[in-house]
């Protein structure tokens, strides 16, 4: 079972194209993408309208491989009965071949797209930079039928993800060879992702996704010799007189992902107490007893208490999680953490990663979050539906959360619970936040869809609820979604 998902930049698929070129017969790799295709386009048409001949598919050419792609699945569409129109973009730069293919076979060259049941997005493909140009612009937003994305959806950044512009929105998007960073960072943009082998030899990924299964099978559970301490024992430092339910919530979450103990130090001592009787619990650090790692932060203030116990805590040589104030805190001391010898993981959402930086995550995610981590010498995990950590000389991994029911207040207080609880099992501080990450999000799309009614939208209790339902199907003792 392979442990990680691969995600190749433009230049790393160029270099193996080229190298499979060298391979095989020319115009091969193209047939077999659009043999994926077209498989794929008959699939939906099947799942949609309940048949393939007689239907009718729309493709949007451009002057790329993409064009070339569409049209050669367009031509195999035709054969099956599909009533197949090609518009051209750029007609003087359309592929030939593919062109020449889909006439013999029936199809028909037009300016408009009349009314399809499906569309093929074969306008731009890996090359591609920018924004829809105004022409394909105009003709995608008058679009009412369902889109096919040949490779990745045109006017999306195929490295970063980022959107500047008009830009396809898909319903499925149809990878040649490999995955590409957009499919992962503009998840949203590409619907359901469906990988096409054309026989590409690839290096190792610079981005990568741990394998849900993976994830349930390194998970943390008791051994035969294990007790509560040798599982790990996990501190929290988290909360305030203002803020208490953030201590509730962190605390609440490592009660969940671990069968460990949990120690809680912190003014809100009673109300953590009064949620989960399990919980050690004392109001002053010094009193914490033995843990094997720290979350810190949230709900914590930003006081010059809060700063001290900060520091505290990192003068240890235990693992530590800082989040929310503790970011805060760390903008304006940032030698704090930085060569901190044992492993430190932030966990920032844009605004606490520009304070942090003095910049803006902006449109490249995949830079900044590598910049802030080998500049400070920590793991650091990027909030946003694609959660990114990096660490430093290794690949940065990405989750991708397949929804935004996690955007809630308190939210990130949970999250940072399940990290400290790996942290304090032994686990390695990237590996923790990004399986940490999956189990976040997979509790919190479990919330949204067994939280009555279904499909409207949750708090962070309601997913913290969920983390033992989410560590269940990832082991394999539960059904997913």
Same mark, same amino acid.
């Given at each position: 079972?392979?442990?990680?998902?691969?995600?190749?930049?433009?230049?790393?698929?160029?270099?193996?194209?080229?190298?499979? +070129?060298?391979?095989?017969?020319?115009?091969?790799?193209?047939?077999? *993408?659009?043999? /994926?295709?077209?498989?794929?386009?008959?699939?939906?048409?099947?799942?949609?309208?309940?048949?393939?001949?007689?239907?009718?598919?729309?493709?949007?050419?451009?002057? %790329?491989?993409? %064009?070339?792609?569409?049209?050669?699945?367009?031509?195999?569409?035709?054969?099956? /009965?599909? *009533?197949?129109?090609?518009?051209?973009?750029?007609?003087? =730069?359309?592929?030939?071949?593919?062109?020449?293919?889909?006439?013999?076979?029936? /199809?028909?060259?037009?300016?408009?797209?009349?009314?399809?049941?499906?569309?093929?997005?074969?306008?731009? #493909?890996? $090359? #591609? !930079? %920018?924004?829809?140009?105004?022409?394909?612009? &105009?003709?995608?937003?008058?679009?009412?039928?369902?889109?096919?994305?040949?490779?990745?959806?045109?006017?999306?950044?195929?490295?970063?993800?980022?959107?500047? #512009?008009?830009?396809?929105?898909?319903?499925?998007?149809?990878? +040649?060879? @490999?995955?590409?960073?957009?499919?992962?960072?503009?998840? $949203?943009?590409?619907? !359901?992702?469906?990988?096409?082998?054309?026989?590409?030899?690839?290096?190792?990924?610079?981005?990568?996704?741990?394998?849900?299964?993976?994830?349930?099978?390194?998970?943390?559970?008791?051994?035969?010799?294990?007790?509560?301490?040798?599982?790990?024992?996990?501190?929290?430092?988290?909360? $305030?007189?203002?803020?208490?339910?953030?201590?509730?919530?962190?605390?609440?979450?490592?009660?969940?992902?671990?069968? /460990?103990?949990?120690?809680?130090?912190?003014?809100? @001592?009673?109300?953590?107490?009064?949620? +989960?009787?399990?919980?050690?619990?004392?109001?002053? +650090?010094?009193?914490? %007893?033995?843990?094997?790692?720290?979350?810190?932060?949230?709900?914590?203030?930003?006081?010059?208490?809060?700063?001290?116990?900060? =520091?505290?805590?990192?003068?240890?040589?235990?693992?530590?999680?800082?989040?929310?104030?503790?970011?805060?805190?760390?903008?304006?001391?940032?030698?704090?953490?930085?060569? !901190?010898?044992?492993?430190?993981?932030?966990?920032?959402?844009?605004? &606490?990663?520009? =304070?942090?930086?003095?910049?803006?995550?902006?449109?490249?995610?995949?830079?900044?979050?590598?910049?802030?981590?080998? $500049?400070?010498?920590?793991?650091?995990?990027?909030?946003?539906? *694609?959660?990114?950590?990096?660490?430093?000389? !290794?690949?940065?991994?990405?989750?991708?959360?397949?929804?935004?029911?996690?955007?809630?207040?308190?939210?990130?207080?949970?999250?940072?619970?399940?990290?400290?609880?790996?942290?304090?099992?032994?686990?390695?501080?990237?590996?923790?936040?990004?399986?940490?990450?999956?189990?976040?999000?997979?509790? @919190?799309?479990?919330?949204?869809?067994?939280?009555?009614?279904?499909?409207?939208?949750?708090?962070?209790?309601?997913?913290? *609820?969920?983390?033992?339902?989410?560590?269940?199907?990832?082991? #394999?003792?539960?059904?997913?979604?």
């Amino acid at each position: 079972m392979s442990t990680q998902r691969g995600y190749f930049t433009v230049d790393e698929v160029r270099a193996a194209e080229a190298e499979l +070129f060298t391979r095989v017969p020319d115009g091969v790799p193209m047939r077999r *993408a659009a043999h /994926g295709l077209a498989t794929v386009v008959a699939g939906e048409l099947r799942e949609r309208t309940g048949g393939v001949a007689g239907r009718a598919v729309t493709l949007l050419v451009g002057s %790329g491989d993409n %064009g070339g792609d569409a049209l050669w699945a367009g031509a195999r569409l035709r054969r099956r /009965g599909v *009533a197949v129109t090609a518009v051209l973009l750029n007609p003087e =730069r359309a592929h030939a071949e593919g062109l020449a293919a889909l006439r013999e076979a029936g /199809g028909r060259v037009a300016d408009d797209t009349g009314d399809p049941d499906l569309v093929i997005d074969g306008i731009v #493909g890996i $090359s #591609g !930079r %920018g924004p829809l140009r105004p022409r394909a612009a &105009e003709i995608v937003a008058a679009l009412e039928a369902p889109i096919v994305a040949a490779d990745l959806p045109s006017g999306v950044d195929p490295d970063t993800g980022a959107i500047d #512009g008009p830009a396809i929105r898909a319903e499925v998007t149809v990878a +040649f060879g @490999a995955y590409k960073p957009v499919h992962a960072l503009a998840a $949203s943009q590409c619907g !359901r992702i469906e990988l096409i082998p054309i026989g590409l030899r690839l290096p190792e990924a610079d981005l990568v996704a741990l394998e849900p299964a993976s994830i349930g099978a390194a998970w943390p559970v008791p051994g035969p010799a294990d007790d509560k301490y040798t599982q790990g024992v996990t501190g929290v430092c988290a909360g $305030s007189a203002t803020y208490p339910g953030a201590a509730v919530l962190c605390a609440g979450a490592a009660v969940a992902a671990t069968s /460990g103990m949990v120690r809680y130090a912190g003014t809100a @001592a009673a109300e953590v107490l009064h949620h +989960f009787p399990e919980v050690i619990a004392t109001q002053q +650090f010094a009193t914490t %007893g033995r843990v094997q790692s720290w979350v810190f932060g949230p709900g914590a203030g930003t006081d010059d208490d809060a700063g001290q116990r900060l =520091r505290e805590i990192l003068a240890t040589d235990l693992p530590v999680v800082i989040d929310a104030d503790g970011l805060n805190l760390l903008a304006a001391a940032p030698e704090l953490v930085r060569d !901190r010898a044992a492993p430190t993981v932030l966990t920032p959402h844009a605004g &606490e990663f520009a =304070r942090l930086t003095g910049h803006e995550v902006g449109p490249d995610r995949l830079g900044a979050v590598r910049g802030l981590a080998d $500049s400070w010498q920590v793991t650091v995990l990027l909030k946003g539906r *694609a959660t990114l950590v990096a660490a430093p000389g !290794r690949p940065v991994l990405v989750n991708e959360a397949g929804g935004s029911w996690a955007a809630t207040a308190g939210a990130g207080d949970v999250l940072s619970g399940i990290i400290g609880t790996l942290l304090a099992a032994g686990r390695d501080p990237a590996w923790s936040a990004a399986a940490a990450a999956r189990v976040h999000a997979l509790a @919190a799309n479990l919330a949204a869809h067994d939280h009555a009614p279904a499909g409207t939208p949750i708090s962070a209790s309601v997913l913290a *609820a969920h983390v033992r339902p989410a560590i269940g199907v990832l082991r #394999g003792l539960a059904h997913p979604l």
